[in-house]
């Protein structure tokens, strides 16, 4: 029996990710192969561009939530958070190396997951869906532009909200219609980009519905995972297209 060990750092006050990981893991059924979800936490509470929201993401609270993993044996660390989508891609590179370097253990993150899956993908443009404020999502777009990757502004959809606990309400009909506004305009792959949304369960609906393919940023953490420790991603089942990509 091989078994395998997920350890996932976590924003304190997200309540979407642990049970969305967690159900995507257990959709995995494969004999001799027993694989378990870990989680650890640091603060984060605002998501807005100001220098104290910036601040929730310094490496020492994480790196901090990551040696705790370490104390659990996990096989591969994921921060699943988004944040580099507006601190920069390089923050998250960064961050994996300092991990890395103190626990010994291979780490990836959900937006480097989801950089690596528009690689494999081919893709140059996407929608992009967050709950947060516009200033994040023009951050988001000017980064995704600096490695060409084309976020139009006629594909891209906000909520404007700042408080974590306030992002975890909003409602799968909100959703539906965010996701439905960006296909309608023509964007044929899409991210659902906050990992604190309940998205992840809509997206095989999204899928078949608009013929769309959707890059959750909770389940890129999940394929990035599985991928680093040579686990098939085509054993995640119910989860959207994502999980077949090579």
């Given at each position: 029996m091989r078994i395998v060990r997920l350890g996932v750092i976590v924003p304190s006050s997200n309540t979407a990710l642990e049970p969305l990981t967690n159900a995507i893991v257990s959709s995995i059924h494969s004999e001799g192969l027993s694989i378990s979800v870990h989680f650890s936490r640091f603060r984060v509470t605002t998501i807005d561009l100001s220098p104290n929201a910036s601040a929730q993401f310094q490496f020492e609270p994480i790196l901090s939530a990551a040696r705790l993993l370490a104390d659990a044996k996990v096989d591969v660390i994921g921060w699943s958070g988004t944040s580099a989508g507006w601190l920069g891609f390089e923050h998250d590179e960064r961050l994996c190396a300092a991990i890395e370097a103190e626990t010994g253990i291979k780490t990836t993150t959900s937006v480097l997951s989801l950089n690596a899956l528009m690689h494999s993908l081919g893709v140059t443009s996407i929608g992009l869906v967050t709950p947060y404020i516009k200033g994040?999502?023009?951050?988001?777009?000017?980064?995704?532009?600096?490695?060409?990757?084309?976020?139009?502004?006629?594909?891209?959809?906000?909520?404007?909200?700042?408080?974590?606990?306030?992002?975890?309400?909003?409602?799968?009909?909100?959703?539906?219609?965010?996701?439905?506004?960006?296909?309608?305009?023509?964007?044929?792959?899409?991210?659902?980009?906050?990992?604190?949304?309940?998205?992840?369960?809509?997206?095989?609906y999204w899928e078949k519905s608009l013929r769309v393919t959707v890059l959750d940023s909770v389940s890129t953490t999940v394929w990035g995972m599985l991928k680093m420790v040579g686990v098939d991603t085509r054993l995640v089942k119910g989860w959207g297209f994502m999980f077949e990509v090579d």
């Open positions: 994040m999502n023009d951050a988001i777009r000017a980064n995704y532009a600096a490695i060409g990757i084309d976020i139009s502004g006629n594909w891209e959809r906000h909520l404007g909200i700042t408080d974590n606990n306030e992002i975890v309400r909003v409602d799968e009909s909100t959703l539906d219609e965010m996701v439905m506004d960006v296909a309608a305009n023509g964007a044929l792959v899409l991210t659902t980009f906050c990992t604190n949304l309940r998205a992840a369960q809509r997206v095989e």
